[in-house]
C-alpha cells in the first residue's frame, strides 16, 4: 500500500524561528513530491520535486528531496504568523491505466506565535 | 479570471438524499480530481478524470459517482449509500494527466449531513 507520512502533526513556534518539516514516502512508481499551503480551504502549491538533492527555493521556503532514503524536507526560515497553515506532502505516482494520481500525507499544522 | 470554482461552499442535507457538487475549471486542463478532507486527515482520492467521457476510482469511490461530459465540469455526487459523508470535499485540475503537472485546487464545499 502507498504511503506517505509527515511529522511532526503539529508545531508551535515563535515568529522568527526556523522549522523543519518531513516528508517520508512508500510507493511504488514515484514521479514526484509535491508540498501545498493549506489556510483555511483550497491548497497552494509550493514546490514539486523531482530529483535528488537539488534544493528548491521561494523566498524563506526551500525544500529538498532525497530518493534514495525517501523522503523531503521542506524549510521555513524567519517564521512569521502568516506562515501558520497545515502543509500537506503528497507524491505523484503512476497508477494503473497510465494516469498520474497523489497521495497525501495528513499534513504538519504549523502555528506561528507573534 | 482563470480557475476552478465550486459551489456551494456549505452543504446541509438530510440522511438518505443524494446530492451533487459542482466543479467547474476554465484552465483548458485536462484532468479533474475529486478529493475528500476530514479533521486530522490528510486529502483522500475519490475519483479523477484524464479526459472527457472517462473517470477512474480512486481510493475511496464507493457511495459517490461522477460524470465528465464537458472538459470544463466534474459534478461529484454522494450518494445515500456513503456511510459518513459529512466532509470537506476538494476539486482539482491538471493540464495533463500522467504528466508531471502540479494539480490546482478548488476553494473546496463542506458538506454535513444529519
Known amino acids: 500500500e502507498d504511503k506517505v507520512v509527515q511529522s511532526p502533526l503539529s508545531l508551535v513556534v515563535h515568529e522568527g524561528d526556523t522549522v523543519t518539516l518531513n516528508c517520508s514516502y512508500e510507493?511504488?512508481?514515484?514521479?514526484?513530491l509535491l508540498w501545498y499551503k493549506q489556510e483555511k480551504k483550497a491548497p497552494t502549491f509550493l514546490f514539486m520535486l523531482?530529483?535528488?538533492?537539488i534544493e528548491k527555493k521561494s523566498g524563506r521556503l526551500s525544500s529538498i528531496l532525497d530518493k534514495k532514503e525517501l523522503f523531503s524536507i521542506l524549510n521555513i526560515t524567519a517564521t512569521q504568523t502568516g506562515d501558520s497553515a497545515i502543509y500537506l506532502c503528497?507524491?505523484?505516482?503512476?497508477?494503473?491505466?497510465?494516469?498520474?494520481?497523489?497521495?497525501f500525507g495528513k499534513g504538519t499544522k504549523l502555528t506561528v506565535n507573534p | 479570471d482563470g480557475g476552478i470554482t465550486q459551489s456551494p461552499k456549505y452543504l446541509f442535507r438530510k440522511e438518505g438524499q443524494n446530492v451533487t457538487l459542482s466543479c467547474e475549471q476554465n484552465?483548458?486542463?485536462?484532468?479533474m480530481y475529486w478529493y475528500r478532507q476530514d479533521p486530522g486527515q490528510g486529502l483522500r482520492l475519490i475519483y479523477y478524470?484524464?479526459?472527457?467521457?472517462?473517470?477512474q476510482k480512486g481510493d475511496i469511490a464507493e457511495g459517490y459517482s461522477v460524470s465528465r461530459e464537458k472538459k470544463e465540469s466534474f459534478p461529484l455526487t454522494v450518494t445515500s449509500a456513503q456511510k459518513n459523508p459529512t466532509a470537506f470535499y476538494l476539486c482539482?485540475?491538471?493540464?495533463?494527466?500522467?504528466?508531471?503537472?502540479?494539480?490546482?485546487f478548488g476553494p473546496g464545499t463542506r458538506l454535513t449531513v444529519t
Open positions: 482539482a485540475s491538471s493540464r495533463r494527466a500522467g504528466n508531471r503537472d502540479e494539480q490546482y
Open positions: 510507493v511504488t512508481n514515484f514521479r514526484s
Open positions: 523531482t530529483s535528488s538533492g
Open positions: 503528497a507524491v505523484g505516482l503512476l497508477s494503473q491505466g497510465g494516469s498520474e494520481k497523489l497521495v
Open positions: 484552465l483548458n486542463h485536462d484532468a
Open positions: 478524470s484524464q479526459i472527457v467521457n472517462d473517470f
